[in-house]
């Protein structure tokens, strides 16, 4: 989905991230490994300490909240914008057309 956006898109400036698609696909690299550092141990390797991975998870919501209210946010931005070049009242022919102050002098 990422890549799609991307490849839509190209760059998603909003508010203070340079580029909020670049931002989610930094994110899902933190929640691949927080995912994966549950289950995930190498023979010989230590593993991470509880207190490391908790820390590393929390960050990782957090920031992952914050990047959905902000991908929320523009994309109600976006859609509201759409709905104002769509929808813009067509002048009537039925409705008659006020005179010009310079018309009425």
């Not at 995912?35 to 300490?49: C, E, F, I, Q, Y």
Request: glycine share 2%.
């Amino acid at each position: 989905m990422i890549q799609e956006w991307k490849r839509r898109d190209e760059k998603v400036p909003y508010k203070t991230r340079e580029d909020l698609i670049d931002a989610v696909r930094l994110w899902s690299y933190d929640r691949n490994e927080c995912a994966h550092g549950l289950v995930k141990s190498r023979p010989g390797d230590p593993t991470t300490s509880v207190e490391e991975f908790t820390k590393k998870a929390s960050n990782c919501a957090v920031n992952g909240k914050q990047l959905a209210r902000d991908i929320c946010s523009w994309t109600q931005s976006k859609k509201s914008k759409i709905r104002k070049t769509k929808v813009q009242a067509p002048e009537s022919i039925d409705t008659p057309t006020q005179p010009a102050c310079s018309d009425l002098i």
